[in-house]
Nanobody, 120 residues
Framework: QVNLVESGGGLVQSGGSLRLSCVAS????????MSWHRRAPGKQRELVAS???????NYLDSVKGRFTISREDAKNTVSLQMNTLKPDDTAVYYC??????????????WGRGTQVTVSS
């Protein structure tokens, strides 16, 4: 069993910053791709940013230049630095990871989410 726990959400004014963190724990052999997703009210969940084990990153167009994803494999963590936040960034943010629980088995896990609210 693997658990992902997000932290760092909250209420911030437009133009402000937040840093989200996600820690994975449990029977972890190795973590491959990690990512952040979000679901805004009345909208579908969307991929915000992803990072491979090798460090290759990918961003949603609307957050490029404002958000930065990073990971620290020794601590099984992935972070999302969010700057110049806009009201449109308001959503529940979810951590996601592809986790190998042994040499041959990989599963995809989700965190429960953390609320980010940006006031105008």
């Amino acid at each position: 069993q693997v658990n992902l726990v997000e932290s760092g959400g909250g209420l911030v004014q437009s133009g402000g910053s937040l840093r989200l963190s996600c820690v994975a724990s449990g029977d972890i052999y190795r973590i491959n791709d990690m990512s952040w997703h979000r679901r805004a009210p009345g909208k579908q969940r969307e991929l915000v940013a992803s990072i491979t084990r090798g460090g290759a990153v990918n961003y949603l167009d609307s957050v490029k230049g404002r958000f930065t994803i990073s990971r620290e494999d020794a601590k099984n963590t992935v972070s999302l630095q969010m700057n110049t936040l806009k009201p449109d960034d308001t959503a529940v943010y979810y951590c996601n990871a592809d986790v190998k629980v042994g040499p041959h088995y990989e599963f995809n896990y989700w965190g429960r989410g953390t609320q980010v609210t940006v006031s105008s």
